[in-house]
T-cell receptor, first 114, second 114 residues
């Protein structure tokens, strides 16, 4: 398995509080992604990064921000958590964008917003 | 907007039965196509991928998929399923292949009965 560590693995938080999820990789891959997984929606891209300090929005970026100050870390922040952000969050990495660079996923973070 | 449709949401099969899961996408240009599998409680793992060449792609664990460009389809098949194939299966498309920003289908939950 690719060296991807997500923390925390589980979190329960209250509406309105800030939350930061961390994705750490040991593969030195250039690309990192945050997806959320919800029943009936599959996985949807929140934000992605194509290098240190280079990030861009995905299809469901509202309410989320990201930062990548080092190659190995990609942080996802919910500035003010809402119940609609209860989900399982997956980080993914890839070395590039070609056919030899599929996405590898972390084990996920289950976030519950009460 | 690009989209991926998986019409079978929940499939129940007996061991040794044949499997075919449908996947259709909406994008007229060059696409890269993937099938991922998520075993209970685990992260997504790549089953197989299509980038170019032979439209019949073989993946791990006896799975294969056929890319039919005229039908915008990439159906997953396995001639004889096992109980250990019980999982959720996701089709994904990378339209244009620029950044590995995959668009996922909503998933098909496969339950194989012994």
């Amino acid at each position: 398995d690719a060296g991807i560590t997500q923390s925390p693995r589980h979190k329960v938080t209250e509406t309105g509080t800030p939350v930061t999820l961390r994705c750490h990789q040991t593969e030195n891959h250039r690309y990192m992604y945050w997806y959320r997984q919800d029943p009936g929606h599959g996985l949807r891209l929140i934000h992605y990064s194509y290098g240190v300090k280079d990030t861009d929005k995905g299809e469901v970026s509202d309410g989320y921000s990201v930062s990548r100050s080092k190659t190995e870390d990609f942080l996802l922040t919910l500035e003010s958590a809402t119940s609609s952000q209860t989900s399982v969050y997956f980080c993914a990495i890839s070395a590039g964008t070609g056919h030899n660079s599929p996405l590898h996923f972390g084990n996920g973070t289950r976030l519950t917003v009460t | 907007a690009q989209s991926v449709s998986q019409h079978n949401h929940h499939v129940i099969l007996s061991e040794a039965a044949s499997l075919e899961l449908g996947c259709n996408y909406s994008y007229g240009g060059t696409v890269n196509l993937f099938w991922y599998v998520q075993y209970p409680g685990q992260h997504l793992q790549l089953l197989l991928k299509y980038f170019s060449g032979d439209p019949l792609v073989k993946g791990i664990k006896g799975f294969e998929a056929e890319f039919i460009k005229s039908k915008f389809s990439f159906n997953l098949r396995k001639p004889s399923v096992q109980w250990s194939d019980t999982a959720e299966y996701f089709c994904a498309v990378n339209p244009g292949g620029a950044t590995n920003k995959l668009i996922f289908g909503t998933g098909t939950l496969l339950a194989v009965q012994p």
